[in-house]
T-cell receptor, first 115, second 109 residues
Framework: DTGVSQNPRHKITKRGQNVTFRCDPI?????LYWYRQTLGQGPEFLTY????????KSRLLSDRFSAERPKGSFSTLEIQRTEQGDSAMYLC?????????????FGPGTRLTVL | RKEVEQDPGPFNVPEGATVAFNCTYS??????FFWYRQDCRKEPKLLMS???SGNEDGRFTAQLNRASQYISLLIRDSKLSDSATYLC??????????FGKGNQVVVIP
């Protein structure tokens, strides 16, 4: 399978715990995005990488959230001191490097439940 | 004001019928527009890009009205397999996609 992969697919945690998710983009895509989706809503942009550089962060990304892409390949999204409001589907997407209209390919997502 | 507004529905459509819905976007400088399809508990997948001249792909037709800042999608001869949520998407700059809530379509036999 050469699509975007995400791990884990599901994560249940207790409030106050830290969690980390991983995204492996399509290999030739140098752009990587994180989105969050809650029930009944469309995905909301969190952050964007071009290679290893984090170029944009949403105001939704509080200081409890941090994302990295150290080698310009896979990326991790960490949430510290989780809150119940963090419960959502976290989606990763990747795209080719050129132009603004390129299709973003999404992974299957990591569904986070904070108890 | 939200970047992309959609009426979520649901839109209950008899099999074989035509259904149309649209969305509005707030940023008049937006340049790229898309419809994504999302099945229940799955990731969004690109259905089609929306060009200034419109776009047609089989039973699906998308239109862009820049003056009124809305995008439409029309599905002809609806199939049961068309049941899904259709997300209106705008490139909001720096390749950040802004999504609407989605239009939920349920095709009824």
């Amino acid at each position: 399978d050469t699509g975007v992969s995400q791990n884990p697919r599901h994560k249940i945690t207790k409030r106050g715990q830290n969690v980390t998710f991983r995204c492996d983009p399509i290999s030739e895509h140098n752009r990587l995005y994180w989105y969050r989706q809650t029930l009944g809503q469309g995905p909301e942009f969190l952050t964007y990488f071009q290679n290893e550089a984090q170029l944009e962060k949403s105001r939704l990304l509080s200081d409890r959230f941090s994302a990295e892409r150290p080698k310009g390949s896979f990326s991790t999204l960490e949430i510290q001191r989780t809150e119940q409001g963090d419960s959502a589907m976290y989606l990763c997407a990747s795209s080719l490097p050129t132009g603004g209209a390129n299709e973003q390919f999404f992974g299957p997502g990591t569904r986070l439940t904070v108890l | 004001r939200k970047e992309v507004e959609q009426d979520p529905g649901p839109f209950n459509v008899p099999e074989g019928a035509t259904v149309a819905f649209n969305c509005t976007y707030s940023n008049s400088a937006s340049q790229s527009f898309f419809w994504y399809r999302q099945d229940c508990r799955k990731e969004p997948k690109l259905l089609m890009s929306v060009y200034s001249s419109g776009n047609e792909d089989g039973r699906f037709t998308a239109q862009l009205n820049r003056a009124s800042q809305y995008i439409s999608l029309l599905i002809r001869d609806s199939k049961l397999s068309d049941s899904a949520t259709y997300l209106c998407v705008v490139n909001a700059g720096n390749n950040r996609l802004a999504f609407g809530k989605g239009n939920q379509v349920v095709v009824i036999p």
